[in-house]
């Protein structure tokens, strides 16, 4: 009976049970879940288990946006249950796999449902109109559900409108193996209790009870407390019963085991420039002057877990291809909004999506990638914009408000109109700076005057303009600022590509080697000799196709690496980088 | 001899500790439990301890004399603890030779049951990255969360793990500490279910202090955590040092107890390591190697 319960819904906590910013330890079937609602009313249910050591996440924080395991702090989103951050590596992004195993959660009738494989819908209950109803409190019984189930046909009680009386009648409207529903009736009062068992295990369950009407003030506690009387007494009825049977073995839920990439940790994966996730447009409007806010829905399942810094390729109708950064704060899961400038130089991407998308139009999205990871463990950030720049930023700067870390986000515009999403900038509060209307000049004194007083523990995130980015890191490197606390993202490669050397490309893993002519780049030879090389922005600003060089020098002609990686000589951006030396070996 | 209910050849072998000397009473006999053995200890007061297998004719807090007790097991005296082992143990217990340093205050900082298996508390003892979570404002504080990389090696000849080169921020680092500081941490596991660490001394920057933790299995999902303290501190009541050692533990204890499984699973697929674990895979994967089934799940072959 128990394995054809994995199939069917089951009740396994009250609505009221998940009140605002609280973990719920449910239980089903032997396996345990972590239940908790976040801010924007999703009812996460997830095994109650952190991937990385195990602890239980009922004993975890919701912070009301993600949550937060007890032991090192690994935070998880709201519906993807995928990790966003792991402390104890701030400036790594967490593989995008590490997804905790997430359940059904359905609320009905004052409950919350789940199941292990479910399969069709949460029973309807006739009779029962959403919204009038009464939880009963919860009663939990050392027996099996069925023993339960059985026992509770003989449930006696009278009607919520006459509470007092002892003369109800009680007919079985219907029962089965995990449910009873009872009518009693005395004189015009009659009341519909539908008692649902939740089996927890073998050998316990839990009798959850909801009545067809809700009552208020004080009649409402008689109600709960006769119910609770009776019930409690049934209980003891039951559990005398069951303990005259042997207790049956505890049943034992299998983990799933985590994939085996996970298990060594090794890079990320992520492959190709794919665009695997259909979305539409379920709302597009004007985030700020000249720029067009998006929000993407997904056609079907969910969005994968993005973290602060992340940005996605978009596919547009015209063929282009262009990359966006996600603009959520953390735990905004259900959609993913981009702002989109409209360029007056544009060469057709920022024009389609102005001009030709619209809302319910279906866009080719690729999965979030994230070569601009945040650091959490900074005493202070600053966040430095200009004009659209503001993007990355503003996701980053809402995670840091979420966990109350100090920072500031300096936000460069022309006017006040130009600022972009007023919406989510409004709930940082006194931390968005915006300076309007600075002429070059200007924009350079204020900037010296943000990154003075460097001191360690602090880092600085800028994106905005190629020359206001080329301003800031020199600036900062003035003030005392090193590399590693001085973090960038161009929006595109201003550089004249020289792309007329030809040279030699030896793949250490792959033992092969590529001859690499005039007027190809790295990449695409690799492409056509058949290797899967991941890639989004193909013009040297994003990160994405990252390599590391073993021998050769390298010869950068990208905006992603800082100076001090291109003298080491280590890594390459192989879309638009090429090779000063005759031959170059990269650890692919 | 008596059929044991461990049957990890490797586990019955080794020493394992029962209790602190200085909290066993003289010619009273003391009730303990180790890998599911009901056992009985006594000391004479004059520094010889007797361990047996628990009889009706000696019951727990009843007088005894040792010298007449028949049927002993073998017994060792290390570290300020009573050893005893239900298989053959080595001739000796893993070095610890600051303990012969004069100068160390050496005190048993507490014992304390915990419902957890011993390999899951050895972990614990290994790991920094819960520092700012689990001790806020003692040993770690947000946003100082990051695990610097650090060294691990086997050593093939000492038969023990060796982390070394760690570091971690710690706004106050002990009780004779008033500030933050990068602390340096030297971690061994010179037993499946001990290790000792070593980390920078704020009273002499020139020597570490010692602190370790040996457990006695109780079961498979249940510990005695005995801990010892071996530090360069002359100012602080014995009851100080304790105190803020005990605190440490009071918030591991209901961490480790929510761990699950209680268990520690050596399939490296079954956690999520990263590379702040390193001595927590080194630390599995020698469990593995050594053939240690008690208080872990052995990986699937």
Redesign the interface.
């Given at each position: 009976m128990l394995d054809l319960a994995k199939s069917r819904w089951h009740p396994i906590a009250a609505a009221h049970d998940l009140p605002l910013r609280h973990v719920f330890h449910g239980q089903l079937l032997g396996r345990?879940f972590a239940v908790w609602r976040a801010d924007d009313g999703y009812v996460n249910i997830w095994e109650?288990?952190c991937?990385?050591?195990?602890?239980?996440l009922s004993?975890g924080i919701n912070d009301g946006r993600e949550l937060k395991c007890?032991?090192?702090?690994w935070r998880y989103s709201n519906r993807t249950a995928g990790c966003t951050y792991?402390?104890?590596?701030?400036?790594d992004a967490p593989a995008r796999t590490?997804t905790n195993r997430t359940f059904a959660a359905v609320e009905r009738y004052g409950l919350v449902w789940s199941a292990e494989e479910p399969q069709g819908e949460v029973p309807e209950v006739s009779g029962f109109a959403e919204g009038k109803l009464l939880a009963l409190r919860a009663i939990p019984v050392n027996a099996p559900a069925d023993v339960v189930a059985a026992q509770l046909t003989g449930y006696r009680f009278q009607p919520s409108g006459n509470i007092d009386g002892s003369a109800a009648k009680v007919a079985v409207e219907a029962s089965n193996a995990f449910s009873v529903a009872l009518r009693s009736s005395e004189g015009d009062a009659s009341t519909l209790a539908v008692l649902f068992v939740q089996p927890v295990d073998s050998n316990r369950s839990v009798i959850r009870g909801v009545l067809d009407s809700e009552v208020e003030g004080a009649a409402r506690l008689a109600v709960l407390r006769h119910h609770n009387e009776l019930l409690s007494r049934l209980r003891v009825a039951v559990e005398a019963e069951a303990a005259r049977e042997p207790a049956p073995a505890p049943l034992e839920p299998i983990?799933e085991?985590?994939?085996?990439e996970?298990?060594?940790?090794p890079e990320e994966t992520t492959h190709g420039r794919k665009a695997t996730i259909r979305v539409q447009v379920t709302r597009k409007w004007s985030a700020a002057d000249g720029i067009a806010g998006f929000e993407l829905r997904p056609l079907k399942g969910l969005l994968p877990t993005f973290q602060p810094g992340a940005h996605i390729d978009v596919h547009l109708p015209n063929g282009l291809i262009r990359q966006y950064s996600i603009t959520n704060g953390p735990g905004e899961s259900d959609s993913y909004v981009i702002g989109v400038k409209l360029e007056r130089d544009s060469k057709g991407g920022s024009t389609c999506l102005h001009e030709t998308v619209r809302e319910g139009d279906v866009l080719a999205i690729s999965e979030p990638r994230n070569n601009f990871p945040l650091r959490?463990?900074?005493?202070q950030t600053l966040f430095i914009a200009g004009g659209i720049g503001i993007t990355p930023l503003l996701a980053m700067a809402q995670a840091l408000n979420n966990q109350s870390?100090g920072h500031e986000l300096h936000y460069f515009a022309q006017n006040q109109a130009q600022l972009a999403f007023p919406e989510k900038t409004k709930t940082l509060g006194a931390s968005l700076k915006p300076h309007l209307g600075l002429s070059p000049d200007q924009t350079g004194a204020k900037l010296r005057e943000i990154l003075s007083g460097y001191g360690p523990?602090k880092h600085v995130y800028l994106c905005g303009p190629g020359p206001m980015l080329e301003a800031a890191r020199a600036i900062a490197a003035e003030m005392g600022w090193p590399e590693t606390a001085v973090h960038f993202e161009y929006f595109k490669n201003t550089n004249v590509i020289d792309d007329s050397t030809s040279f030699e490309v030896a793949l250490a893993r792959s033992c092969m080697t590529l001859t690499v002519p005039a007027g190809k780049t790295i990449l695409e030879v690799m492409r056509d000799a058949g290797i899967d090389m991941p890639s989004s922005c193909e013009q040297g600003a994003c990160g994405t196709c990252l390599a590391t060089v073993i021998e050769g020098e390298p010869d950068h002609q990208d905006v992603y690496l800082n100076d001090a990686e291109r003298k080491s000589g280590t890594k390459i951006m192989t879309c638009v980088s090429r090779a000063k030396s005759a031959r170059l070996v990269l650890d692919l | 001899m008596t059929e044991t209910r461990c049957k990890d050849q490797v586990i019955l072998d080794l020493w394992h500790p029962l209790a602190a000397l200085s909290e066993v009473p003289a010619g009273v006999v003391v009730g303990t439990i180790l890998l599911e053995e009901r056992l009985s200890l006594a000391c004479d007061g004059t520094g010889k301890v007797a361990v047996w297998r628990s009889r009706r004719d000696l019951p727990v807090d009843g007088p005894v004399d040792i010298s007449a007790v028949a049927g002993t097991l073998p017994v060792k005296l290390a570290y300020g603890y009573v050893w005893t082992s239900l298989g053959n143990p080595p001739a000796d217990i893993f070095p610890i030779p600051e303990y012969a340093e004069a100068d160390r205050r050496k005190l048993n900082a507490a014992t304390f049951g915990v419902n957890v298996s011993a390999p899951r508390a050895i972990e614990n003892f290994l790991d920094m990255g819960h520092f700012p979570y689990v001790h806020t404002d003692i040993l770690g504080a947000e946003p100082h969360t990051e695990v610097k990389e650090y060294d691990v090696e086997i050593s093939v000849d000492r038969d023990e793990i060796l982390a070394t080169r760690c570091r971690f921020f710690q706004p106050m680092a002990s009780t004779t500490s008033d500030g933050g500081a990068d602390v340096d941490y030297i971690y061994r596991v010179p037993h499946p279910y001990c290790s000792v660490l070593y980390k920078s001394s704020p009273m002499d920057e020139t020597r570490l202090d010692v602190i370790a933790v040996f457990l006695q299995p109780v079961d498979q999902e249940h510990v005695r955590a005995h801990m010892l303290l071996c530090v360069l501190d002359e100012d602080n009541e014995d009851k100080v040092i304790k105190r803020f050692q005990q605190t440490i533990f009071g918030q591991d204890k209901p961490i480790l107890e929510n761990q699950f499984p209680k268990r520690l699973p050596l399939d490296p697929r079954a956690e999520t390591p990263i590379r702040a674990d390193k001595s927590a895979i080194a630390y599995r994967r020698w469990l593995s190697q050594k053939g240690v089934t008690y208080g872990v799940i052995p990986a699937a072959t």
């Amino acid at each position: 009976m128990l394995d054809l319960a994995k199939s069917r819904w089951h009740p396994i906590a009250a609505a009221h049970d998940l009140p605002l910013r609280h973990v719920f330890h449910g239980q089903l079937l032997g396996r345990e879940f972590a239940v908790w609602r976040a801010d924007d009313g999703y009812v996460n249910i997830w095994e109650n288990r952190c991937l990385h050591r195990g602890v239980r996440l009922s004993i975890g924080i919701n912070d009301g946006r993600e949550l937060k395991c007890q032991y090192h702090g690994w935070r998880y989103s709201n519906r993807t249950a995928g990790c966003t951050y792991i402390p104890a590596h701030p400036a790594d992004a967490p593989a995008r796999t590490i997804t905790n195993r997430t359940f059904a959660a359905v609320e009905r009738y004052g409950l919350v449902w789940s199941a292990e494989e479910p399969q069709g819908e949460v029973p309807e209950v006739s009779g029962f109109a959403e919204g009038k109803l009464l939880a009963l409190r919860a009663i939990p019984v050392n027996a099996p559900a069925d023993v339960v189930a059985a026992q509770l046909t003989g449930y006696r009680f009278q009607p919520s409108g006459n509470i007092d009386g002892s003369a109800a009648k009680v007919a079985v409207e219907a029962s089965n193996a995990f449910s009873v529903a009872l009518r009693s009736s005395e004189g015009d009062a009659s009341t519909l209790a539908v008692l649902f068992v939740q089996p927890v295990d073998s050998n316990r369950s839990v009798i959850r009870g909801v009545l067809d009407s809700e009552v208020e003030g004080a009649a409402r506690l008689a109600v709960l407390r006769h119910h609770n009387e009776l019930l409690s007494r049934l209980r003891v009825a039951v559990e005398a019963e069951a303990a005259r049977e042997p207790a049956p073995a505890p049943l034992e839920p299998i983990i799933e085991r985590v994939s085996p990439e996970l298990a060594e940790m090794p890079e990320e994966t992520t492959h190709g420039r794919k665009a695997t996730i259909r979305v539409q447009v379920t709302r597009k409007w004007s985030a700020a002057d000249g720029i067009a806010g998006f929000e993407l829905r997904p056609l079907k399942g969910l969005l994968p877990t993005f973290q602060p810094g992340a940005h996605i390729d978009v596919h547009l109708p015209n063929g282009l291809i262009r990359q966006y950064s996600i603009t959520n704060g953390p735990g905004e899961s259900d959609s993913y909004v981009i702002g989109v400038k409209l360029e007056r130089d544009s060469k057709g991407g920022s024009t389609c999506l102005h001009e030709t998308v619209r809302e319910g139009d279906v866009l080719a999205i690729s999965e979030p990638r994230n070569n601009f990871p945040l650091r959490r463990d900074a005493i202070q950030t600053l966040f430095i914009a200009g004009g659209i720049g503001i993007t990355p930023l503003l996701a980053m700067a809402q995670a840091l408000n979420n966990q109350s870390l100090g920072h500031e986000l300096h936000y460069f515009a022309q006017n006040q109109a130009q600022l972009a999403f007023p919406e989510k900038t409004k709930t940082l509060g006194a931390s968005l700076k915006p300076h309007l209307g600075l002429s070059p000049d200007q924009t350079g004194a204020k900037l010296r005057e943000i990154l003075s007083g460097y001191g360690p523990d602090k880092h600085v995130y800028l994106c905005g303009p190629g020359p206001m980015l080329e301003a800031a890191r020199a600036i900062a490197a003035e003030m005392g600022w090193p590399e590693t606390a001085v973090h960038f993202e161009y929006f595109k490669n201003t550089n004249v590509i020289d792309d007329s050397t030809s040279f030699e490309v030896a793949l250490a893993r792959s033992c092969m080697t590529l001859t690499v002519p005039a007027g190809k780049t790295i990449l695409e030879v690799m492409r056509d000799a058949g290797i899967d090389m991941p890639s989004s922005c193909e013009q040297g600003a994003c990160g994405t196709c990252l390599a590391t060089v073993i021998e050769g020098e390298p010869d950068h002609q990208d905006v992603y690496l800082n100076d001090a990686e291109r003298k080491s000589g280590t890594k390459i951006m192989t879309c638009v980088s090429r090779a000063k030396s005759a031959r170059l070996v990269l650890d692919l | 001899m008596t059929e044991t209910r461990c049957k990890d050849q490797v586990i019955l072998d080794l020493w394992h500790p029962l209790a602190a000397l200085s909290e066993v009473p003289a010619g009273v006999v003391v009730g303990t439990i180790l890998l599911e053995e009901r056992l009985s200890l006594a000391c004479d007061g004059t520094g010889k301890v007797a361990v047996w297998r628990s009889r009706r004719d000696l019951p727990v807090d009843g007088p005894v004399d040792i010298s007449a007790v028949a049927g002993t097991l073998p017994v060792k005296l290390a570290y300020g603890y009573v050893w005893t082992s239900l298989g053959n143990p080595p001739a000796d217990i893993f070095p610890i030779p600051e303990y012969a340093e004069a100068d160390r205050r050496k005190l048993n900082a507490a014992t304390f049951g915990v419902n957890v298996s011993a390999p899951r508390a050895i972990e614990n003892f290994l790991d920094m990255g819960h520092f700012p979570y689990v001790h806020t404002d003692i040993l770690g504080a947000e946003p100082h969360t990051e695990v610097k990389e650090y060294d691990v090696e086997i050593s093939v000849d000492r038969d023990e793990i060796l982390a070394t080169r760690c570091r971690f921020f710690q706004p106050m680092a002990s009780t004779t500490s008033d500030g933050g500081a990068d602390v340096d941490y030297i971690y061994r596991v010179p037993h499946p279910y001990c290790s000792v660490l070593y980390k920078s001394s704020p009273m002499d920057e020139t020597r570490l202090d010692v602190i370790a933790v040996f457990l006695q299995p109780v079961d498979q999902e249940h510990v005695r955590a005995h801990m010892l303290l071996c530090v360069l501190d002359e100012d602080n009541e014995d009851k100080v040092i304790k105190r803020f050692q005990q605190t440490i533990f009071g918030q591991d204890k209901p961490i480790l107890e929510n761990q699950f499984p209680k268990r520690l699973p050596l399939d490296p697929r079954a956690e999520t390591p990263i590379r702040a674990d390193k001595s927590a895979i080194a630390y599995r994967r020698w469990l593995s190697q050594k053939g240690v089934t008690y208080g872990v799940i052995p990986a699937a072959t």
